[in-house]
Every structure is written in C-alpha cells, then in structure tokens.
T-cell receptor, first 118, second 110 residues
C-alpha cells in the first residue's frame, strides 16, 4: 500500500514551453502533497506544499507563477513548469501523506520526473 | 535551519561490513525519519523514530536518537551490494514538512 505514482517519468522539452507533471496517490487519500526538486548529487529541496482544495504554500525563493501547483482532489496534484528554461532542468519528486495516518508525517514518495529543457 | 545534516558525505565498505551514518539537526523535533534513494529514483521510507524513543530496529537497520545532542545514527548491519544508495535523514518538527540534508552516499563493494 501507500503507492505514489508520477507521470511522466521523464520529459524533454524546448525552452519556453510549459510542462505538466502529475502526482497520484494510488491506494490512499493524501492529506497533503509535496513537491521537491533535486539537482544532481544534491539533496531534495522542498518547493511547495499543497492541500486539496486550497492554494499551495511555496518555500522561499520558489516562484509561484513559474511553478503552478493544482491539487484538485485527494489523490491528484499537478505541477506545471511554465515557460521552462534550461536552468529548470532537474529531477522533480512528489510525495504525499496518508490521510488515514495523520499522527505521523511519514511521506510516501513518487519515483520522480526527470525534466530536461533544451 | 530545520534540515538534517548527514555525516559522512560518502562511505565505501565491503559487503558484509556494517555501515554507520550520522545525522545532526538543530531544532526540536516530533520525530526523525530516514530515507533511502537509489540513483535517479524516488525516496523510500526506511524507519521513523519518535522523539521519545532512543532506539529502533527494522530488519538489518538500527536507528538511535539522542535528542539532548540533537543527533541520530543509522546502522546497517551485514551490508549487501543492494544497499548501495544515498541515505537521508529528515527531522520532523511536527508540521508536515520534511527538510532533507545532502545525504550520505553509501557504496557497498561486492
């Protein structure tokens, strides 16, 4: 149980285009979903936290107009990288909390999406 | 900063040996979690230790927590080549957010 999927697993796009990444909790309802970015050999950096039906909370330094997050249901959150540029190339990972286990904040991670902007 | 800091940054051992990784943090925590990441993949939750616990075991994993020193350690016993990965600690201060350090890159040589 507690499986999180991401789609696509990798994407290559031209500079200036927008890319949407989906994050789904497959067998549980997620109270909260998180979006991270990871550059090669570096740690995961939390970008934003989203709760179903409300606006995402962005970490300092993350442009909310650049990285649009929609959390339309308890099982789906999307991250749209708008007008992508080569410096946005990174590994994007989502995670989710299990709504039924709110006592601890264990997160279940998706497999990640590798974005390459040419 | 809320993030954990792992030490060492890299560790290379022979298969069968034990591997110990340390984590230090600066804030008060509700619990501390350890995750593993294989190259180019998502994270896998390994173990969660609550602030009122001092030691926890899960299979070949042993985690200790010393809240007075704001430190934790992860011991992997009888290591296997498949244990090769990056290991991250994530101190959790009660909110949902986890803040990861740069991790320890473990290489287990067959």
């Amino acid at each position: 149980g507690a499986v999180v999927s991401q789609h696509p697993s990798w994407v290559i796009c031209k500079s200036g285009t927008s890319v949407k990444i989906e994050c789904r909790s497959l067998d549980f309802q997620a109270t909260t979903m998180f979006w991270y970015r990871q550059f090669p050999k570096q740690s995961l950096m939390l970008m934003a936290t989203s709760n179903e039906g409300s606006k995402a909370t962005y970490e300092q330094g993350v442009e909310k107009d650049k990285f649009l997050i929609n959390h339309a249901s308890l099982t789906l959150s999307t991250l749209t990288v708008t007008s992508a540029h080569p410096e946005d190339s990174s590994f994007y990972i989502c995670s989710a909390n299990d709504r039924g286990d709110s006592s601890y904040n264990e997160q279940f991670f998706g497999p990640g999406t590798r974005l390459t902007v040419l | 900063s809320q993030q954990g800091e792992e030490d060492p940054q890299a560790l290379s051992i022979q298969e069968g040996e034990n591997a110990t990784m340390n984590c230090s943090y600066k804030t008060s925590i509700n619990n501390l979690q350890w995750y593993r990441q294989n190259s180019g993949r998502g994270l896998v939750h390994l173990i969660l230790i609550r602030s009122n616990e001092r030691e926890k075991h899960s299979g070949r994993l042993r985690v200790t927590l010393d809240t007075s020193k704001k430190s934790s350690s992860l011991l992997i016993t009888a290591s296997r080549a498949a244990d090769t990965a990056s290991y991250f600690c994530a101190p959790a201060a009660g909110a949902n957010n986890l803040f990861f350090g740069t991790g320890t890159r473990l290489t287990v040589i067959p």
